[in-house]
């Protein structure tokens, strides 16, 4: 992966058994995202899930960790926060039950006083169907890190709940890209880092917490007349645990802003069978409430994002189609709930956002450039909703 000052030199060690210098829990490491800590290993599935630490005069760190079919991003700040370098640490692509973690050592530059691991995969990147007995689930076992300094914690925090999208899919990917490549390794290609929370998180000066899964739904996922695709749970359920490939309760501390993206879905792929206003609007509500209840205090809900050329690559992916629904739903919840921040963000699918010129990854989704323009429109928006 390029970078403004090349890749960071990283050198790895299969199946090797190694002293862990500091454990997961140590206090000097500051974690984003949904994380659970048990028998001394932290374990996270969801995209963009993080962890920081500071780092004193060294030239170097290793980190022992296991993960099959997942992509962590290694990152060096220097102290005013400038990328020095990154380089993307690769798990397997098969899981090897009998072996050790993996420890990789990678090379610090010079001026380096901050780390970043970010998880760029999904938690089930051939989707929640059939394809969740091969989950991309990384379990961090141990830093070595000579000049470990305590991370700052960010002042804030961003929580995002969508689909494709918002999980960073096919961001790595090019329009040439083959279809078979983008389903059976599209591991190879999400990169949550460079998606629209990633990019946020940054421009924001916020800790992201991103929940959301390629093919999601708010009252049915994408093809629910073929649930064995994408499963019967959709984001209302999944959005709600620890880790999407377990069913155990998240009761983290409360965001500053809720961003949901969610409807596309519900509304493409479904052979013409899509939920009532009714039904949708009652579902956006019960969302709505399960955010606020939270702690949210306020909650962007997101439509759009498209293109006019999404067609040539999905006929039946219009990502505008869902955003007049997705608009009276919220429009109703504002009326029946005056004292709560909710608003609606509708960001165009005409060209004046996302352009088709370069901004255009793997199977009609958006790659680097594109996520970076759906950012700069929404980081204003943002900023309003929640009084920043």
Not at 134 to 139: A, N, R
Not at 183 to 205: D, S, T
Not at 256 to 284: C, I, K, M, R, W
Request: charge should be negative; aromatic fraction near 8%; proline fraction near 6%.
């Amino acid at each position: 992966m390029g970078s403004p000052g090349g890749n960071m030199l990283v050198v790895r060690a299969l199946l090797l058994h190694a002293a862990r210098a500091v454990a997961p829990a140590d206090p000097r490491i500051v974690y984003e995202g949904r994380w659970l800590f048990e028998d001394g290993v932290a374990t996270a599935d969801w995209p963009c899930s993080s962890l920081r630490f500071g780092v004193v005069n060294a030239s170097r760190f290793s980190v022992t960790w296991r993960g099959a079919r997942t992509r962590l991003l290694a990152t060096a700040f220097d102290a005013s926060g400038a990328v020095l370098e990154e380089h993307v640490l690769v798990g397997p692509s098969v899981e090897l039950p009998f072996a050790a973690p993996q420890k990789d050592d990678v090379a610090l530059p010079a001026r380096a006083a901050r780390v970043a691991l970010r998880k760029l995969t999904s938690a089930t990147p051939y989707s929640a169907g059939v394809g969740k007995v091969l989950p991309s689930v990384v379990e961090l076992h141990g830093l070595d890190v000579p000049g470990l300094a305590a991370a700052a914690p960010a002042p804030r925090r961003v929580d995002f709940v969508g689909a494709s999208d918002t999980a960073g899919y096919c961001v790595d990917g090019t329009v040439n890209t083959s279809s078979v490549a983008d389903k059976l390794l599209g591991w190879e290609y999400a990169n949550c880092a460079y998606g629209y929370p990633g990019v946020l998180g940054r421009a924001l000066g916020a800790d992201v917490s991103v929940q959301a899964l390629a093919g999601a739904g708010l009252t049915r996922n994408a093809n629910a007349a073929s649930p064995w695709q994408i499963g019967e749970a959709t984001m209302a359920e999944l959005f709600t645990r620890s880790l999407q490939t377990r069913n155990e309760s998240w009761d983290g501390d409360a965001p500053d802003l809720a961003v949901v993206s969610l409807g596309g879905n519900d509304f493409n792929h479904q052979g013409g069978d899509v939920p009532s206003n009714e039904t949708f609007a009652a579902a956006y509500a019960a969302l709505l409430d399960r955010i606020f209840a939270g702690g949210a205090p306020a909650v962007a809900a997101v439509c759009g994002m498209g293109s006019p050329a999404e067609a040539a690559f999905d006929p039946d992916n219009n990502r505008c189609k869902p955003c007049p629904h997705v608009e009276a739903a919220v429009g109703a919840y504002q009326t029946a709930n005056p004292a709560r921040r909710a608003a609606y963000v509708f960001v165009p699918c005409d060209g004046t956002v996302v352009t088709d010129h370069g901004d255009i990854g793997c199977d009609g989704h958006k790659n680097r450039a594109g996520q970076a323009e759906v950012a700069r429109f929404l980081e204003p928006k943002l900023r309003e909703i929640a009084g920043w």
